[in-house]
T-cell receptor, first 115, second 112 residues
């Protein structure tokens, strides 16, 4: 299967620790998105990259959050000094930029639990 | 804020058509309507999208009204595996990234 891959699928950590998630998009996709989803809610946009450039960041992305896509392929999302409110599913999606609307395809997410 | 309104929940009998409505009265001329679904513990799955013409693929049909203020997703023969939350999304600013703004969606329960 060559869909969007996220690692790890689950992460449990203590409050105050740093965590990093990885996303591998569909190979030819040059756009990559991060979303966050809390229980009972729809996903919320965090940030997006076109190739290696981070072009938009949501106000939800506080200073403790940083995302990178160094070579325009995989991406990482790091959360520093985790808080209880960071517990959520973190979803990655990718798409192909072009003149016609191209859908985003999602991975199955990383579920973060803060103890 | 999401630009769509959907009923919070719907039931459908297995084997029957599931018709999921969506209102998007403030949609602009160049904005597409997208449908995704999310099965528990999985990421959202793309279903279909359209601008103004009706669309059909192997998963579903999308019917968009002539004034584009509403649409209906049709699953022609619902199965138990179609039980999921269905999101109708108006996608804006595609050339500036086209982030998706999800609402609460419709929780579809397919019953035997």
């Amino acid at each position: 299967d060559t869909g969007v891959s996220q690692d790890p699928r689950h992460k449990i950590t203590k409050r105050g620790q740093n965590v990093t998630f990885r996303c591998d998009p569909i190979s030819e996709h040059n756009r990559l998105y991060w979303y966050r989803q809390t229980l009972g809610q729809g996903p919320e946009f965090l940030t997006y990259f076109q190739n290696e450039a981070q072009l938009e960041k949501s106000r939800l992305l506080s200073d403790r959050f940083s995302a990178e896509r160094p070579k325009g392929s995989f991406s990482t999302l790091e959360i520093q000094r985790t808080e209880q409110g960071d517990s959520a599913m973190y979803l990655c999606a990718s798409s192909l930029a072009g003149q016609t609307n191209q859908p985003q395809h999602f991975g199955d997410g990383t579920r973060l639990s803060i103890l | 804020d999401a630009k769509t309104t959907q009923p919070p929940s719907m039931d459908c009998a297995e084997g029957r058509a599931a018709n999921l409505p969506c209102n998007h009265s403030t949609i602009s001329g160049n904005e597409y309507v997208y449908w995704y679904r999310q099965i528990h513990s999985q990421g959202p799955q793309y279903i279909i999208h359209g601008l103004k013409n009706n669309e059909t693929n192997e998963m579903a049909s999308l019917i968009i009204t002539e004034d584009r203020k509403s649409s209906t997703l049709i699953l022609p023969h619902a199965t138990l595996r179609d039980t999921a939350v269905y999101y109708c999304i108006v996608r804006t600013n595609y050339n500036q990234g086209g982030k998706l703004i999800f609402g609460q969606g419709t929780e579809l329960s397919v019953k035997p």
